[in-house]
């Protein structure tokens, strides 16, 4: 297993509906995952930190963790021709010396 | 502030030449990175720095030299360019909540090697 994967896309979701980004990891004892959203040419940018299990919500974004199935997601609601973007999924990875790792990311297409 | 810059925006090598990238950052951040990413790919570590003085090698650290000699300046030399470091290189800081948490990118520099 790679130790952070993510499908590569491309995510097409019309807008309005709700966009899931999901983010699976190879350590189990990571501490600290969050999502990145990166729009073509620019650089990234959090969305989102997430540390406990469960849900966090921010506005129309809603991080979930799941550290048993080793899972992460990111819910984007009422999605908008705006959030079309690559969504970059990092974890903090105990196991390579509490370094960051990125996967590969994920490019969302809101339809109009 | 203006957070985090890089320069040069854009930059073409030939193949052995040297280069260094450059990084500063206003916010007084200790902790300081370096990324590079390939197209269609995430983002790879390939140094960074806890603090003025202190650096270490990440994902990717072959082909690459750092220096921190202060809190707002982290440059990263290339010095004999190479057709596999053609990339998009990103500088990013945190804030002092900790090591990899919230990183702060700069705008990123494209590299091309021929």
């Known amino acids: 297993q790679k130790e952070v994967e993510q499908n590569s896309g491309p995510l097409s979701v019309p807008e309005g509906a709700i966009a899931s980004l999901n983010c699976t990891y190879s350590?189990?004892?990571?501490?600290?995952f969050f999502w990145y959203r990166q729009y073509s040419g620019k650089s990234p940018e959090l969305i989102m930190s997430i540390y406990s299990n469960g849900d966090k919500e921010d506005g129309r974004f809603t991080a979930q963790l799941n550290k048993a199935s080793q899972y992460v997601s990111l819910l984007i609601r009422d999605s908008q021709p705006s959030d079309s973007a690559t969504y970059l999924c990092?974890?903090?990875?105990?196991?390579?010396?509490?370094?960051?790792?990125f996967g590969k990311g994920t490019r969302l297409h809101i339809l109009p | 502030n203006a957070g985090v810059t890089q320069t040069p925006k854009f930059r073409i090598l030939k193949i052995g030449q040297s280069m260094t990238l450059q990084c500063t950052q206003d916010?007084?951040?200790?902790?300081m990175y370096w990324y590079r990413q390939d197209p269609g790919m995430g983002l790879k570590l390939i140094y960074y720095?806890?603090?003025?003085?202190?650096?270490d090698k990440g994902e990717v650290p072959n082909g690459y030299n750092v220096s921190r000699s202060t809190t707002e300046d982290f440059p990263l030399r290339l010095e004999l360019a190479a057709p596999s470091q053609t990339s998009v290189y990103f500088c990013?800081?945190?804030?002092?909540?900790?090591?990899?948490?919230?990183?702060?990118f700069g705008p990123g520099t494209r590299l091309l090697v021929l």
């Open positions: 990013a800081s945190t804030d002092p909540q900790g090591l990899f948490e919230t990183q702060y």
């Open positions: 916010m007084n951040h200790n902790y």
């Open positions: 990092a974890v903090n990875l105990m196991n390579r010396d509490d370094k960051i790792i």
């Open positions: 720095s806890v603090g003025a003085g202190i650096t």
């Open positions: 350590d189990r004892v990571s501490q600290s």
